[in-house]
């Protein structure tokens, strides 16, 4: 049950943590569940037509920055309405991954399959009882996304680059008196949320599933967006509340499997119930960034 | 004037052979089905579209046939089947239970035009029924698992517990009881018809608790199933499509769908003035009238025992000569 909890928080942790850049700087993307849809996609086709995982991963990435960077332009440049924008991202996201997936494909008999990720046994850690199966016997995407959380904090706190994109985020023209430049930081933190969440769709495609399925994304990029609220634009934060979704899913299957007297559909939205509640808990205290989904002009004050 | 004449004789044969098109068109059937999911999702979409697929031939000078897929969500259904109406479409096949609402409130507004459903409970005059037995699939199914399993623990997974899926699931487990009243049962139901991630991670987790065998009740999430079968080498049998090639070493078997008869026998309905005024509005796929099959047992035919094999066999011939009855299982 615990692997799994492990397994089921990963497509939600890693694009929570790329969208943590995004919101941060001031830009709210909408558009995660249909960048990760891309990503889970392209990192698809990646393995199908080089046989290298790692060709997939990077190309999921790749994708993700491209579909993100439609969100950016509109955003930063256009200066759009990033609701609508975002809302947009998705429903393209959604219609082109399957579109392609077919263009290229063809109506099949059997589902094209790609290899399968292997299990890493990390030496030593997986050894350890209990925790070491639960939290080291994974494929390289639940590593990459446990590296990434401290990364990110690191990124985001320490560097110079994350003191930018949290000033963007406030007070831009702050920011822009000071000579940072708005437009590219902004440019920046959206392309990194989409590598962020292109890598999160393709978990759930080459990392869990070896196929592709329209759709397959299910939701998870909008519970990502509601966990970087929830986790105040803090990594560690979004770690636990992905986990808390997990568990919370790992819990509903395990409940129903061993027949609790109790309807499924009341079991089936428990992790969704679990969110709110935490989101109403701690949302009297989330302060959103000042400039949240404000363009950035010069000119206005 | 040579070239006038003959610019009107043009004009003419083009307005002869563009009218008498219309006409002859006209006398046909335009046929849609309208597909919540894939064509190709190797299940409920895919085998509605091959029967329809089918019948292509057969109906060639009497019926034309459209398809259109991942019309999934409600608020996306009832335009569509506006659309399709007022475009003249004669016949639309609405493929699954959520369409149910959707038919008879358009059926409503289109008198002239004629709908099918694939599951549900509602019917108008100009609508109908077509729905599978699914409780006869998952009794069969039940017997078999009972058989297979060493561990004594099965599992049931599914979709939305909702019409022929909850008696899929019902019957299963009565089936399963009746072999091995000691038997434990696992059931999980995902809560929606294409989350094959968390079908997935639902198979993993009931295989992880020592369960052997499992039947899903298809759909997009069975894909889900059949890989975490394959990853934990557990068995699984499948619904709808023989889904073999997912998973050569755990697919033991499973139940098939042939819509074909149905389709045709919808069809031949209307073309025969027979489905407005008919009485009964469903129209089955069941065991005995071979729209559910037993599939084909691949690797596993060394496997699988004579006698399991036997007792599978005495299973469908009961319900064949109608024997067996399985009780009616209603929410």
């Known amino acids: 049950m615990f692997a799994g909890t492990i397994r089921m928080s990963v497509p939600i942790l890693l694009p929570a943590l790329g969208d943590i850049y995004t919101q941060r700087s001031g830009i709210l993307n909408l558009g995660v569940e249909g960048v990760m849809l891309m990503g889970a996609l392209a990192g698809f086709l990646g393995v199908a037509f080089t046989d290298n995982l790692f060709i997939g991963m990077v190309f999921s990435a790749f994708i993700g920055m491209i579909s993100a960077g439609v969100m950016a332009f509109l955003s930063v440049t256009v200066k759009a309405n990033q609701v609508i924008a975002g809302t947009a991202i998705t429903i393209l996201g959604a219609g082109l991954s399957s579109f392609l997936f077919r263009a290229i494909f063809g109506v099949q008999k059997l589902p094209p399959l790609v290899r399968e990720f292997p299990v890493c046994k990390i030496p030593v850690l997986s050894d350890i009882p209990y925790i070491g199966t639960i939290f080291f016997e994974h494929n390289l995407f639940v590593y990459l996304a446990y590296i990434l959380v401290p990364l990110t904090w690191l ?144 000119e206005e004050r | 004037m040579r070239k006038i004449s003959c610019m009107v004789l043009v004009l ?15 006398e046909k059937l335009k046929v849609v089905l309208v597909l919540p999911g894939k064509m190709d999702d190797l299940s409920w979409n895919q085998s509605m579209y091959e029967g329809m697929k089918n019948l292509e031939a057969e109906f060639a000078d009497k019926a034309d046939f459209a398809y259109v897929e991942e019309v999934y969500d409600v608020a996306a259904i009832e335009p569509a089947l ?56 998952g009794y069969l199914m039940g017997v078999l698992a009972a058989h297979m399993t060493k561990t004594n623990k099965i599992g049931v997974l599914g979709g939305v517990d909702v019409s022929e899926i909850y008696r899929g699931h019902e019957a299963f487990k009565l089936a399963a009881k009746t072999v091995k009243p000691d038997i434990e049962i696992q059931e999980y139901y995902t809560g929606d018809w294409r989350d094959a991630a968390k079908a997935k991670e639902g198979a993993l987790s009931m295989y992880d608790s020592g369960v052997d065998i499992m039947w899903h009740s298809g759909d997009g999430i069975g894909v889900g199933a059949v890989n975490a079968a394959k990853e934990k080498n557990k068995y699984i049998l499948g619904n ?34 027979n489905f407005t005024n008919r009485e009964n509005k469903s129209y089955w796929l069941t065991v005995p009238n071979e729209g559910i099959k037993l599939a084909p047992y691949h690797d596993f035919e060394e496997i699988v025992t004579p006698e399991i094999k036997a007792e599978v066999e005495k299973t469908i011939k009961a319900l064949h000569d109608g024997t067996l009855k399985i009780p009616h299982f209603e929410k």
């Open chain 2, 12 to 26: 003419v044969l083009v307005l002869v052979l563009a009218l008498s098109g219309t006409a002859f068109a006209a």
């Open chain 2, 82 to 137: 506006r659309d399709f109406a007022s475009e003249g479409y004669d016949v639309i096949f609405g493929h699954g239970f959520q369409f149910m609402e959707p038919i008879l409130k358009v059926a409503a507004e289109f008198p002239n035009a004629m709908f099918a459903l694939g599951t549900g409970f509602k019917s108008a005059q100009n609508t109908c029924i077509y729905d599978v037995k699914l409780d006869e699939g």
């Open chain 2, 240 to 273: 709808i499509s023989d889904q073999y090639v997912l998973a050569p070493a755990s697919l033991v078997s499973g139940t098939l769908y042939n819509w074909t008869s149905v389709i045709r026998q919808i069809l031949n309905d209307i073309l025969n003035d």
């Open chain 1, 155 to 298: 990124i985001l706190e320490r560097t110079t680059f994350g003191l930018n994109a949290r000033a963007v985020g406030e007070h831009p023209h702050a920011a822009d008196a000071k000579g940072i430049n708005v437009s590219l930081t902004r440019y920046l933190c959206v392309l990194i949320g989409g590598a962020y969440a292109g890598l999160g769709g393709a978990f759930l495609s080459i990392g869990f599933m070896n196929t592709f399925l329209a759709q397959m994304v299910g939701g998870r990029g909008f519970i990502a967006i509601a966990v970087v609220v929830f986790s105040r634009w803090e990594p560690f934060r979004a770690l636990a509340a992905a986990l808390l979704f997990g568990v919370a899913n790992a819990l509903q299957v395990r409940l129903q499997a061993m027949g609790v007297p109790f309807p499924p559909q009341a079991l089936q939205a428990l992790p969704y119930i679990m969110t709110i509640v935490v989101l109403l808990s701690v949302s009297r205290r989330a302060s959103f960034p000042s400039a949240y989904t404000i363009p950035f002009s010069r």
